[in-house]
């Protein structure tokens, strides 16, 4: 999967599971100020990245990035 296919499935997940304004969602969107993703939702992150890419997340690794285009990047690297 290429890096555009792990950022459509990213945002459209952040967009329909955790109602995410899509319009907020931009490469430098910090996670938690500007997309509002808190401690709760970060557990249902890291479920989709389990699910839908395979590969064992935990939340201290959800938190550890800062912005939208970090965790695309994270994501992209373990699915190489």
């Given at each position: 999967?290429?890096?555009?296919?792990?950022e459509?499935?990213?945002?459209?997940?952040?967009?329909?599971?955790?109602?995410?304004?899509?319009?907020?969602?931009?490469?430098?969107?910090?996670?938690?100020?500007?997309?509002?993703?808190?401690?709760?939702?970060?557990?249902?992150?890291?479920?989709?990245?389990?699910?839908?890419?395979?590969?064992?997340?935990?939340?201290?690794?959800?938190?550890?990035?800062?912005?939208?285009?970090?965790?695309c990047?994270?994501?992209?690297?373990?699915?190489?």
């Amino acid at each position: 999967m290429d890096y555009n296919q792990i950022e459509e499935k990213v945002r459209s997940f952040l967009v329909e599971e955790l109602e995410i304004d899509e319009n907020k969602i931009s490469p430098d969107a910090r996670l938690a100020e500007d997309l509002g993703i808190d401690s709760l939702e970060v557990v249902d992150v890291v479920v989709m990245v389990e699910s839908e890419f395979g590969f064992k997340m935990k939340p201290e690794d959800f938190k550890s990035l800062k912005t939208f285009s970090q965790f695309c990047t994270f994501v992209h690297e373990r699915t190489q």
